[in-house]
C-alpha cells in the first residue's frame, strides 16, 4: 500500500509555517492516526508571495503530489495578501490533485494549539483540525474555502 500525506499550509503570518504528515486512512480513531513526517517555517515577511512555491518545493522533495491524501490552509483572521496568496495555492492544488480541501479559521488553529501539552506549532494544530474531519468523512470541496477578513 502507498503512503498517504496530508499537507498543512499557514501563510496569515510573516511566517510561512508548513507540515506534513503520514496520514493512514484505514486505522481506527484509538490507534495512531497521523505520524508527523516534518514540519518547518520561514520567516518571509513581504517575500511570501515570491518565496512560497519555492519553500512548498524543497519542503515536498522526497514526497510525490499523487500521495497527497488532503490539504489544510489557515483561512485567518491574519494578513489579507498572505491569507489570499495561500489559499489560492492550496486550492490549485487540491483541484489538480482532486483531494479534498480543509480550510480552517485562525482562532479555532489558535484553541487547538493551547490546548496540547506543549502546544503544537500552528501548522500542527491546522493539520489535526483537519486530520479529524478528515477521519469523520467530511471531504469539503476546494471551492467552498474562502479566507476570513475582518
Not at 503570518?13 to 517555517?41: F, H
Not at 512548498?56 to 499523487?66: E, G, K, N, R, T
Not at 484553541?111 to 468523512?137: M, N, T
Amino acid at each position: 500500500m502507498t503512503q498517504k500525506f496530508a499537507l498543512a499550509l499557514h501563510t496569515t503570518t510573516t511566517k510561512l509555517e508548513l507540515a506534513i504528515a503520514e496520514v493512514n486512512p484505514n486505522s481506527d480513531r484509538s490507534s495512531q492516526i497521523y505520524i508527523i513526517r516534518k514540519q518547518q517555517s520561514w520567516e518571509l515577511g513581504r517575500e511570501l508571495s515570491v518565496q512560497l512555491h519555492d519553500c512548498l518545493s524543497v519542503f515536498m522533495d522526497d514526497i510525490a503530489w499523487i500521495d497527497v491524501a488532503f490539504l489544510a490552509i489557515a483561512t485567518g483572521i491574519g494578513s489579507f495578501t498572505g491569507t489570499r496568496i495561500g489559499v489560492v495555492v492550496a486550492r490549485t492544488i487540491a483541484e489538480q490533485l482532486n483531494v479534498p480541501l480543509y480550510g480552517i479559521d485562525c482562532n479555532t488553529i489558535e484553541r487547538q494549539s493551547q490546548q496540547s501539552e506543549p502546544p503544537l506549532s500552528l501548522s500542527e494544530s491546522l493539520l489535526s483540525i483537519a486530520h479529524e474531519q478528515w477521519q469523520s468523512g467530511i471531504y469539503p470541496s476546494w471551492q467552498d474555502i474562502l479566507p476570513i477578513y475582518e
